[in-house]
């Protein structure tokens, strides 16, 4: 069984300032892991992901996040937050048994503020 | 590319009524459709998982006779919510994966937002 824990379910920052949205997983297998943003009444937008190779890994929006297998983490950041990445940030991790379907777990949600 | 749709993105509807949802991937072929809910606040639960062809696979406590999944072409599965009670009140959205793509990507419709009176 999977699972994805979220610290924070709302984090505020300071236009410019860092971001850093926290994902620790569970996985009895290798894991390919997901960052998401949902703006309000929106469906989920694909921000980055890890499946193999590269543990750093680089998304749109100047967002990136790296896999540390030893820490089964998966955290996002941002070097300089702007207004428009004001949203709810969801991590998951999918299911890459022989059954195949590859379903997504999800994490509870992290809420971003941004503060001009 | 992959994009999928959705429709209608909202609607209200009177209780004891049947709401059908749409979701197309317009771009893409989708063997494998999957169906979640999302409350006020909170995360997406998977609902069911849709194959093409065959009958959806639906998670532990949700009832499959009340949320019915058809899934009859590569592009197009429906989730109809039969006998809607206010309590089935709740943003509902489909995703596909893409076998054509990365393995275990999922593209996600806009969302339908249904109001059961």
């Known amino acids: 069984a999977q699972s994805v824990t979220q610290l924070g379910s709302h984090v505020s920052v300071s236009e410019g300032a860092l971001v850093l949205l926290r994902c620790n997983y569970s996985?009895?297998?290798?894991?390919?892991l997901f960052w998401y943003v949902q703006y309000p009444n929106q469906g989920l937008q694909l921000l980055l992901k890890?499946?193999?190779?590269?543990?750093l890994v680089k998304g749109i929006n100047g967002f990136e996040a790296e896999f540390k297998k030893s820490e089964t983490s998966f955290h996002l950041t941002k070097p300089s937050a702007h207004m428009s990445d004001a949203a709810e940030y969801f991590c998951?991790?999918?299911?890459?048994?022989?059954?195949?379907?590859?379903?997504?777990?999800f994490g509870k949600g992290t809420k971003l503020s941004v503060i001009p | 590319g992959a994009v999928v749709s959705q429709h209608p993105s909202w609607v209200i509807c009177k209780s004891g009524t049947s709401v059908k949802i749409e979701c197309r991937s317009l771009?893409?072929?989708?063997?494998?459709m999957f169906w979640y809910r999302q409350f006020p606040k909170q995360s997406l639960m998977l609902m069911a998982t849709?194959?093409?062809?065959?009958?959806?696979?639906?998670e532990q406590g949700v009832e499959k006779d009340k949320f019915l999944i058809n899934h009859a072409s590569l592009t197009l599965s429906t989730l109809t919510v039969t006998s809607a009670h206010p309590e089935d009140s709740s943003f509902y959205i489909c995703?596909?994966?893409?076998?054509?793509?990365?393995?275990?990507?999922?593209?996600f419709g806009p969302g339908t937002r249904l109001t059961v009176l």
């Open positions: 995703s596909a994966r893409d076998f054509s793509r990365a393995v275990g990507e999922q593209f």
């Open positions: 996985s009895s297998v290798p894991p390919y």
């Open positions: 890890y499946t193999t190779g590269a543990t």
């Open positions: 998951a991790v999918s299911d890459v048994s022989g059954a195949g379907s590859y379903q997504l777990t």
């Open positions: 771009d893409f072929q989708a063997t494998t």
């Open positions: 849709s194959n093409e062809g065959s009958k959806a696979t639906y």
